[in-house]
């Protein structure tokens, strides 16, 4: 019975693909298929399959967690007192970042944290919540939905587990013992500034514009962002121009490493602007000024 039906299976499939071949050829005109609706469906199963290890062998949060607080505590060294400009922007970063960890799919504890070096034009995330942005990222913000874009893009490396992927794929290759956090010193710091797979990378673009959205910013903070991008990108690094006093060579040399590791600025905005038009936002085009508050007395910050 069982050989019966797979016979009139087989047979029923064959013949629909003879006659879809026999109707093709006798078509007039040929209608030229691209294929990158193939090629995209390969590299997207291509891309399951080598994080499929990872999601079988997934950590629980609470063990993302204790490896994320191992990595901060290791940026946490700067012991110096802050200016006042820099707590004002520490309190405003943080205000930003806990409103758009409120629409976050995971529930983890986010926290956002400025490195104040003006030479660091990058952001990174740890696995299970913190998200660090460089002063001098925040230098190139023109508008407080910039930086919305920029620390939802770093909540979606946590959210969808670009991050603790990473860790387990770098301890399995250094031969770590995940359930020993202290082995993981063996990682270095910079190893978090480095971008990931570009698809990761097109995916936290992607999910922290919806992200971005859904906590009230504009789509368009990030096209803006990657707009400047392309142009920095052009003007500073392809033609390595003169600073001309607006960026050190130091900033430079850190936005070409950024520009390495992540997709080329004109790819992320032509995204960008396609979910714009696809989920219709055209008109959501209100940015609010980026504005760090902060009060002095006595030459002291008051919060």
């Given at each position: 019975?069982?050989?019966?039906?797979?016979?009139?299976?087989?047979?029923?499939?064959?013949?629909?693909?003879?006659?879809?071949?026999?109707?093709?050829?006798?078509?007039?005109?040929?209608?030229?298929?691209?294929?990158?609706?193939?090629?995209?469906?390969?590299?997207?199963?291509?891309?399951?399959?080598?994080?499929?290890?990872?999601?079988?062998?997934?950590?629980?949060?609470?063990?993302?967690?204790?490896?994320?607080?191992?990595?901060?505590?290791?940026?946490?060294?700067?012991?110096?007192?802050?200016?006042?400009?820099?707590?004002?922007?520490?309190?405003?970063?943080?205000?930003?970042?806990?409103?758009?960890?409120?629409?976050?799919?995971?529930?983890?504890?986010?926290?956002?944290?400025?490195?104040?070096?003006?030479?660091?034009?990058?952001?990174?995330?740890?696995?299970?919540?913190?998200?660090?942005?460089?002063?001098?990222?925040?230098?190139?913000?023109?508008?407080?939905?910039?930086?919305?874009?920029?620390?939802?893009?770093?909540?979606?490396?946590?959210?969808?587990?670009?991050?603790?992927?990473?860790?387990?794929?770098?301890?399995?290759?250094?031969?770590?013992?995940?359930?020993?956090?202290?082995?993981?010193?063996?990682?270095?710091?910079?190893?978090?500034?480095?971008?990931?797979?570009?698809?990761?990378?097109?995916?936290?673009?992607?999910?922290?514009?919806?992200?971005?959205?859904?906590?009230?910013?504009?789509?368009?903070?990030?096209?803006?962002?990657?707009?400047?991008?392309?142009?920095?990108?052009?003007?500073?690094?392809?033609?390595?121009?003169?600073?001309?006093?607006?960026?050190?060579?130091?900033?430079?040399?850190?936005?070409?490493?950024?520009?390495?590791?992540?997709?080329?600025?004109?790819?992320?905005?032509?995204?960008?602007?396609?979910?714009?038009?696809?989920?219709?936002?055209?008109?959501?085009?209100?940015?609010?000024?980026?504005?760090?508050?902060?009060e002095v007395r006595n030459g002291e910050?008051?919060?």
């Amino acid at each position: 019975m069982k050989r019966s039906v797979a016979f009139v299976v087989f047979f029923l499939v064959f013949g629909f693909a003879l006659a879809g071949l026999y109707w093709s050829q006798r078509r007039a005109k040929s209608i030229p298929v691209s294929p990158n609706a193939i090629l995209n469906m390969a590299a997207d199963a291509q891309r399951d399959l080598s994080r499929l290890p990872m999601h079988l062998t997934r950590l629980s949060d609470e063990q993302e967690v204790a490896i994320g607080r191992e990595f901060a505590s290791r940026y946490a060294s700067e012991t110096r007192p802050l200016t006042a400009e820099e707590q004002g922007l520490e309190k405003y970063v943080r205000r930003v970042g806990a409103n758009i960890a409120l629409h976050a799919r995971r529930h983890l504890p986010y926290t956002f944290t400025v490195l104040h070096d003006h030479n660091m034009l990058n952001a990174f995330s740890l696995p299970g919540g913190p998200v660090y942005i460089g002063e001098g990222m925040l230098d190139l913000m023109t508008n407080e939905d910039e930086l919305a874009s920029v620390l939802a893009h770093e909540v979606e490396h946590i959210d969808h587990y670009h991050c603790v992927e990473r860790v387990q794929v770098e301890a399995q290759l250094r031969k770590l013992d995940l359930d020993v956090v202290g082995a993981l010193v063996e990682i270095p710091l910079d190893f978090w500034q480095a971008g990931y797979h570009k698809d990761e990378e097109f995916e936290a673009d992607r999910e922290g514009m919806y992200l971005a959205v859904q906590s009230g910013y504009s789509p368009y903070g990030a096209a803006d962002l990657f707009e400047r991008f392309a142009k920095l990108c052009d003007e500073y690094v392809i033609h390595a121009k003169s600073p001309d006093e607006e960026l050190s060579q130091l900033a430079i040399q850190s936005l070409s490493g950024y520009f390495r590791s992540h997709p080329l600025p004109s790819e992320r905005l032509a995204q960008a602007n396609r979910i714009i038009a696809q989920e219709h936002w055209e008109s959501r085009t209100a940015r609010k000024p980026f504005h760090v508050a902060y009060e002095v007395r006595n030459g002291e910050f008051v919060k």
